[in-house]
């Protein structure tokens, strides 16, 4: 998947598909570039804080590794 594709909402953490190291995304857009994962977590969910959205954390492989909200959580609805 290329690094300008809409991967859904929120900021991604995930692999540089064009080589090495790490990128963040928002809204199918490439905001950073890092070397190493933790420096582009850490970017990344700056982001997702500044920007109260979800960041969502992948693997080496592209999957997601996980997922964290700081954004307006719909309230809990008993069912």
Same mark, same amino acid.
């Given at each position: 998947?290329? *690094? =300008?594709?809409?991967?859904?909402? +929120?900021?991604?953490? $995930? *692999?540089?598909?064009? +080589?090495?190291?790490?990128?963040? @995304?928002?809204?199918? =857009?490439?905001?950073?570039?890092?070397?190493?994962? #933790? *420096?582009?977590? =850490?970017?990344?969910?700056? $982001?997702?804080?500044? #920007?109260?959205? #979800?960041?969502?954390?992948?693997?080496?492989? +592209? @999957? %997601?590794?996980?997922? !964290?909200?700081?954004? !307006?959580?719909?309230?809990? %609805?008993? +069912?």
């Amino acid at each position: 998947m290329s *690094p =300008k594709s809409n991967r859904g909402g +929120g900021v991604h953490t $995930l *692999p540089d598909p064009k +080589g090495s190291g790490w990128i963040n @995304q928002f809204n199918g =857009k490439v905001t950073s570039h890092h070397s190493t994962k #933790e *420096p582009a977590a =850490k970017a990344g969910r700056s $982001l997702a804080k500044r #920007e109260h959205t #979800e960041h969502t954390i992948h693997k080496k492989n +592209g @999957q %997601i590794g996980s997922k !964290n909200s700081y954004g !307006n959580d719909p309230s809990r %609805i008993r +069912g």
